[in-house]
């Protein structure tokens, strides 16, 4: 079965600092890596994916996120945070072989929270 | 403007008494899927739609109905709901066929109240 662990309920950072929010996974054979955010009172919206290839994905709002096999994990980042970042982060996988369902696993979501 | 309509935003009703929820895409999607959000659970897939009149069960289907009679409409059905099933509900829609890593387009979702 496949899984997502976001470690961290919370992340707090300033604005103008680099953020980062972590997400390891669990899938058999290749991954396919999704961040999602969500703002107050509305849906999920896609920031970026990992299907293949280069293993540092850039997406929307300055958004990037690095895959690294080894360690199963897909760490989203962003150079310099904005307060108009906070919001709730969601890491979602899927196994690349399972061309049935199409289901993803999402995590549990991180909150950010970024201070002026 | 390309998007998934779910309706209505707010329900508060009794235990038993039956209720849809309608979903809407107007993308020409193949793909459509209801979850639910519970606080520390991340989105847990109740049911999902590969195209018309093909539907299957995701993960927690217990107590959920759904149709796919059009391309664009999936309503979530639940014939008798229970307070376990007070949650935040959302719609998606995603390319089908071969296209597996297209995203998801979501819904700003359903807050169901069940007393």
């Known amino acids: 079965a496949q899984s997502v662990a976001q470690p961290e ?27 999602y955010v969500q703002y107050p009172n509305r849906g999920l919206q896609f920031l970026l994916k990992y299907i293949t ?39 979602a996988v899927r196994a690349a072989m399972d061309t049935g369902r199409r289901a993803l696993t999402f995590g549990s979501g991180t909150r950010l929270q970024v201070q002026p | 403007e390309a998007q998934v309509t779910q309706n209505p935003r707010y329900l508060i009703t009794v235990t038993g008494k039956k209720l ?30 590969m195209n018309v009149e093909v539907t299957d069960k995701g993960d927690v289907p217990e107590g959920y ?21 007070t949650s935040l509900y959302f719609c998606a ?3 089908g066929g071969g296209a597996y890593n297209s ?13």
């Open chain 2, 65 to 85: 109905k759904v149709s796919r009679k059009e391309k664009r409409n999936f309503p979530l059905i639940l014939e008798s709901p229970s307070p376990n099933q």
């Open chain 1, 53 to 91: 290839g280069d293993n540092l994905v850039k997406g929307s709002y300055g958004f990037e996120a690095e895959f690294n096999k080894s360690q199963t994990s897909f760490h989203l980042k962003k150079p310099s945070a904005l307060v108009s970042d906070s919001a709730l982060y969601f890491c």
């Open chain 2, 93 to 95: 829609s995603s390319l």
């Open chain 1, 9 to 35: 309920d919370q992340v707090n950072v300033a604005e103008g600092n680099p953020l980062t929010v972590k997400c390891t996974y669990s899938v058999s054979g290749n991954p396919y890596l999704f961040w």
């Open chain 2, 103 to 115: 995203p998801l387009h979501f819904g700003n979702g359903t807050r169901l109240t069940v007393t």
């Open chain 2, 20 to 49: 849809t929820v309608t979903c809407s895409q107007n993308m020409n999607h193949e793909y459509m899927s209801w979850y639910r959000q519970d606080p520390g659970l991340g989105l847990r897939q109740i049911y999902y739609s």
